[in-house]
Antibody, heavy 117, light 110 residues
Framework: QVQLVQSGSELKKPGASVRVSCEPSGYTFSSSSINWVRQAPGQGLEWMGY????????KYAQDFRGRFAFSLDTTVTTAYLEISSLRTEDTATYYCARDSGWYFTYWGQGTRVTVSS | QSALTQPPSVSGSPGQSITISCTGTNSDIGDYKDVSWYQQHPGKVPKLIIYAVNNRPSGVPERFSGSKSGNTASLTISGLQAEDEADYYC??????????FGGGTKVTVL
């Protein structure tokens, strides 16, 4: 069955960096792009962008250009989200999701990133 | 970029029907059929319940239905049940290969 398994919770200080991993299984990795979605505590879903698992090209939503970077390691079929220069407002749950055509049938379990001094 | 517009909350009694609206523009909902809806219970992962305006994934009850008119999409829950109490989010493809979510609607079953 299709699963996307994400890395565990992170506690970081402001200014640090964090990398969240997303390891899909149960389907051909290169058949679907991986999207990233943010949900701040008590808030709604925000689409961050996606990375093509064939070309490695990434598309970022306007609010996520600059400190956010998507990457792939095709040798271990894993996608990554890296956030640099962390701010307290980056505290959120980050989800990866398999693209099925601009909708997401399969999601990772979410990774909680807490930024606090 | 602004989110799609949803009412913050909708409520109904068991057995009733409710409709959640999702208003966008002619750069997203008005021009594309890639409208989806997600259900999210507290502390849980979002679950796809409608895709491509009015299609239900396997396993989603028939009481969930979607539609679109102009720049507004709608999710209707017919025969509201207690387990339908959750947050609901719409999403739409937006011009230039981007996606937008709505702000979310909290559904309360009275």
């Amino acid at each position: 069955q299709v699963q996307l398994v994400q890395s565990g919770s992170e506690l970081k200080k402001p200014g640090a960096s964090v990398r969240v991993s997303c390891e899909p299984s149960g389907y051909t990795f290169s058949s679907s792009s991986i999207n990233w979605v943010r949900q701040a505590p008590g808030q709604g879903l925000e689409w961050m962008g996606y990375i093509s698992t064939t070309s490695g090209n990434a598309k970022y939503a306007q609010d996520f250009r600059g400190r956010f970077a998507f990457s792939l390691d095709t040798t271990v079929t894993t996608a990554y989200l890296e956030i640099s220069s962390l701010r307290t407002e980056d505290t959120a749950t980050y989800y990866c999701a398999r693209d099925s055509g601009w909708y997401f049938t399969y999601w990772g379990q979410g990774t909680r990133v807490t930024v606090s001094s | 970029q602004s989110a799609l517009t949803q009412p913050p909350s909708v409520s109904g009694s068991p057995g009733q029907s409710i409709t959640i609206s999702c208003t966008g523009t002619n750069s997203d909902i008005g021009d594309y059929k890639d409208v989806s809806w997600y259900q999210q219970h507290p502390g849980k992962v979002p679950k796809l319940i409608i895709y491509a305006v009015n299609n239900r994934p396997s396993g989603v009850p028939e009481r969930f239905s979607g539609s679109k008119s102009g720049n507004t999409a709608s999710l209707t829950i017919s025969g509201l049940q207690a387990e339908d109490e959750a947050d609901y989010y719409c999403s739409s493809y937006r011009r230039s290969a981007t996606l937008a979510f709505g702000g979310g609607t909290k559904v309360t079953v009275l």
